[in-house]
């Protein structure tokens, strides 16, 4: 059972890796450059631990799905100060959520070595969050939690959003061109785009919370490893479709899995996964360049 | 020395690394190229500049830092220019590459828990007469001698921009590439040139953090500086000489912990790290609607309207 064990591991690993990964496909989809996923991942984790911990066991089973909606709002949130950035004064929002990121960094650093820091005031973690406040686990003998199942449900709802909603296309045709969708389609541009943000930091925000309540069961500053930006990778390699992200972002759960095991038995950095990564990027944007087609149909816009 | 000298001090000291990759990347982003994969210069350059001075050599460690990161904004301009890869996300994807590939030599090298391994360092050196000027003197002539070639450098690129006919074509590209084209200018070659000093510049602030700052190399050292300088050109306004004045409010933003701290006000260790952070989100929305970005800028000659 050593290979179920491994694969689950990897469907484990995954997981944020989809949902952040659908964050950033939703937003690149409308035209919205989210590079801030890591941060409004690190935004959900902190609330969705802040309520667990807040509710203890009173509440049962409710208490993760009380704490996924305390990150998606809290990823809406730190991805609605770069929204509002952009539409009230133009600011860039890849400079702007980039910054957001490492904000976020120090500010999960200040927290868990002061007001959330557990009792014993020894590690610069918080508390362990109560077992009725985990995800229950869907393969018994494995770590694999309902977290997963969520994450692939939440793609499909994404694709379908996409392909069957009105709203789906004034996203789609937003981020194909804004000026098109402005004057031909008369779609507010600046609303949508506005939403986009925002909803794509409630992705990030739960792929956070669920971190939390399937795998760590704490917050501590090292929490992601990166998750939102190997997410960018995994948008962009499933061609920003919500199906594809599911697959590659196994793809991507099995690569850093095995670069966790290769670093164990062979000594090999598994900061290479993380090269990979960013050569596969490099590998896709060049064959749509080459294909003559833009991953995003970004060219036209101006930057700042 | 009083508060006020130590925290002017600390303001040259840090807006060092900061102007050196800012004007690099204005240069670029004048010839209509925005270079995000600037981060992964300076982290190259860090990199570089560790394993070269390594050597004994503080001006070999910055030769070696210059051409790491001429290296990674080759790459850049290879995908960005050549390929004609969208031009932001290959910066991020450069920028990643960069950070991965530095973190796994070093570790491949010196092993996970890094090394102790000491490289010479860039001493401060101070300009005879000049440093004895009131307040300003230790804070703009106790430096290392890389602040000294920004005095020379920034000038120096402000002439050949707004001076000098290769400077005009380089702008030129920037706001109207197919005018530019028209007037037999080679687009092309003038953004890769324009990248590739960049990233040069890009890979001296990695220099600057490991030579004369921090004194050793450290994973993903450059920690957002080269996001920052992209601001810190937008908030100079895409010229040289504002770049460089953003650059220096930017190092008092960092130097303001050694003021705090010598005035006793406690503050969470972590606002002050977090503060050139924030400062760069107020400072972009604050200068909203008043600049003026060249107007072809990430976009490619014949998509240009």
């Known amino acids: 059972m050593a290979e179920l064990t491994l694969l689950a591991d990897a469907l484990v690993r995954s997981t944020p890796l989809i949902l952040?990964?659908?964050?950033?496909?939703l937003a690149f989809r409308g035209g919205v450059f989210n590079i801030g996923a890591e941060g409004q991942l690190l935004a959900g984790a902190t609330a969705s631990t802040t309520v667990s911990l807040a509710f203890g066991n009173s509440l049962g089973g409710l208490t993760p799905l009380l704490g996924a909606l305390a990150g998606m709002m809290a990823g809406a949130l730190w991805a609605g100060i770069a929204a509002e950035l952009k539409r009230r004064f133009h600011v860039l929002e890849i400079i702007s959520t980039i910054m957001l990121n490492f904000i976020s960094i120090h500010l999960v650093s200040y927290l868990v070595r002061g007001p959330l820091q557990e009792p014993t005031r020894i590690y610069p973690q918080t508390e362990t969050i109560a077992e009725s406040a985990h995800l229950p686990i869907v393969l018994p003998g494995t770590r694999l939690h309902l977290g997963f199942v969520i994450a692939v449900f939440t793609a499909l709802l994404l694709a379908w959003y996409f392909q069957r909603t009105a709203s789906g296309f004034r996203v789609r045709a937003t981020g194909a061109s804004p000026a098109a969708a402005q004057s031909a389609g008369r779609i507010d541009v600046a609303r949508t785009s506005f939403l986009v943000?925002?909803?794509s930091g409630a992705l990030a925000g739960l792929a956070g919370s669920i971190e939390v309540s399937g795998v760590t069961f704490a917050l501590y500053e090292n929490l992601s490893p990166g998750h939102g930006y190997t997410a960018i990778a995994v948008a962009l390699i499933a061609g920003l479709n919500p199906v594809g992200v599911v697959g590659?972002?196994?793809f991507f759960g099995l690569l850093e899995t095995g670069a966790t095991a290769l670093q164990r038995d062979f000594a090999i950095p598994s900061s290479l996964a993380s090269v990979t990564e960013a050569a596969l990027i490099l590998a896709v944007l060049s064959f749509a360049a080459w294909r003559g087609r833009t991953v995003f149909g970004l060219r036209e816009r101006v930057s700042a | 020395m009083n508060t006020l000298e130590t925290f002017l001090e600390g303001t040259v000291r840090t807006a060092?690394?900061?102007?050196?990759?800012?004007?690099?990347e204005t240069v670029a982003e004048r010839s209509g190229v925005i270079n995000i994969g600037l981060e992964g210069a300076i982290i190259a350059g860090a990199f570089g500049g560790f394993i070269a001075a390594g050597s004994g050599s503080v001006w070999l460690g910055f030769a070696g830092a210059g051409l790491a990161g001429l290296a990674i904004a080759a790459a850049f301009a290879f995908f960005a220019i050549r390929m004609r890869a969208d031009q932001i996300i290959t910066g991020t994807a450069i920028s990643l590459l960069s950070l991965g590939l530095t973190a796994t030599l070093y570790r491949q090298i010196y092993g996970a828990e890094g090394a102790a391994l000491s490289i010479p360092t860039m001493h401060i050196v101070e300009i005879p007469v000049l440093v004895s000027l009131p307040l300003i003197g230790r804070a703009l002539f106790a430096q290392p001698p890389a602040t000294y070639i920004l005095y020379v450098l920034v000038p120096a690129i402000w002439w050949w921009m707004y001076r000098t006919h290769a400077g005009l074509g380089l702008r030129a590209i920037g706001e109207d590439p197919?005018?530019?084209?028209?007037?037999?200018?080679?687009a092309g070659r003038i953004q890769l040139f324009a990248v590739l000093f960049g990233g040069v510049l890009g890979g001296f602030?990695?220099?600057v953090l490991v030579i004369a700052l921090a004194g050793s190399f450290a994973e993903g050292m450059s920690a957002g500086r080269g996001f920052i300088a992209v601001a810190i050109v937008v908030l100079g306004r895409w010229h040289p000489l504002g770049a460089a004045a953003a650059a220096v409010i930017f190092g008092a933003a960092s130097a303001l912990q050694y003021f705090f701290q010598a005035m006793g006000w406690a503050l969470p260790y972590q606002a002050f790290l977090a503060l050139p952070y924030v400062l760069t989100l107020l400072g972009l929305a604050g200068i909203a609607g008043r600049a003026h970005?060249?107007?072809s800028l990430g976009r490619w000659p014949d998509q240009a309207r």
């Open chain 1, 20 to 25: 952040a990964g659908l964050a950033v496909a």
């Open chain 2, 293 to 295: 970005a060249p107007a």
């Open chain 2, 16 to 24: 060092t690394p900061l102007a050196f990759a800012a004007i690099g």
């Open chain 2, 178 to 186: 197919r005018a530019a084209v028209a007037a037999g200018i080679n």
């Open chain 2, 205 to 207: 602030a990695g220099g």
């Open chain 1, 248 to 250: 590659s972002g196994i």
């Open chain 1, 197 to 199: 943000f925002v909803a």
